[in-house]
């Protein structure tokens, strides 16, 4: 904000150099207006690619997705073919009246990510919660992939 | 006119939680900042932090988020990684118009909401001509 500075009157503009100048500019601002368009807030070419995680103990896998702001109905978990996958959309936070953006880095839109999971895993008995952003996936491995003691007599 | 600008923070390194040196490295998180007429929202995104991690502190115009992951660690072998175990940090340098003493934080499912009001002082009003 100005002070309260006593108004001069600027004399740049009577210097030639200068209309010439901006000429030029509104000309390749021109040339690039449809880029401009398109690479705006770059979040049209970029996609969002949360966060996974992957772990294993005896008995489960887990799967493991940062995905901050989401309401728990936006979010699909769904297994296929030993194949996990998570996918979702994030939709446009509420807009603020009159508000005027500073910054827009958060991801808005579709995202879908695909975990092949290194053991067979019973598929009626998988858990999934959805806390502080996180979503934590728990697939209980078949009985047949989980590790066995088997006990040998020796004679 | 002055705004809730970014200072020079750390930067995003989502690898490494230590760097050579063993200094703490962190997560900066993504922010969206609006300005209304009466005064700035902004939003930072961390996953996996909650209102205990979350330390939010003001110091000379100077706001700092800090955020502690909690507890989310499944005791079990990881198989494989992307995110980090780093906390976040981020520090904004505050225009000098916002009533410090008003700042509202509120964090949902890993994202926080800081409310920043502008002081009555600054508000535009309209003055009127007395007779």
């Known amino acids: ?155 | 006119m002055n705004t809730v600008t970014q200072k020079e923070t750390q930067p995003d390194l989502r690898t490494a939680d230590q760097n050579q040196n063993g200094r703490q490295q962190f997560v900066t998180p993504e922010v969206n900042i609006f300005e209304t007429k009466d005064g700035y929202v902004l939003q930072a995104e961390m996953p996996g932090v909650n209102k205990d991690g979350l330390d939010i502190t003001l110091e000379n115009n100077e706001l700092t988020l800090h955020g502690r992951r909690g507890d989310q660690q499944p005791k079990a072998t990881a198989l494989w990684r992307e995110s980090s175990l780093a906390d976040y940090r981020r520090v904004f340098e505050l225009d000098p118009a916002i009533d410090t003493g008003k700042i509202d934080a509120k964090i949902d499912q890993g994202v926080l909401t800081l409310r920043l009001p502008k002081s009555e002082r600054v508000k535009p009003r309209k003055v009127t001509v007395s007779d």
């Open chain 1, 1 to 155: 904000m100005s002070n309260l500075t006593r108004w001069q009157r600027s004399d740049l503009s009577a210097w030639p150099g200068f209309g010439r100048l901006f000429g030029l500019r509104n000309e390749l601002d021109r040339l690039f207006e449809p880029f401009a368009e398109l690479t705006r807030g770059s979040q049209l070419l970029s996609v969002w690619n949360p966060a996974v995680d992957v772990f294993e103990d005896k008995d489960s896998i887990i799967v493991k997705a940062e995905l901050p702001g989401m309401k728990k109905e936006d979010i699909d978990v769904s297994l296929h073919d030993g194949a996990l996958s998570v996918s979702g959309e994030r939709k446009s936070e509420e807009k603020f009246e009159d508000a005027e953006t500073y910054r827009s880095e958060r991801f808005v839109g579709r995202f879908h990510r695909t975990v092949t999971l290194p053991s067979p895993v019973s598929a009626d008995k998988v858990k999934a919660q959805y806390k502080d952003g996180i979503l934590m996936i728990t697939l209980p491995k078949t009985e047949e992939a989980k590790p066995k003691q088997i006990e040998v007599n020796v004679a």
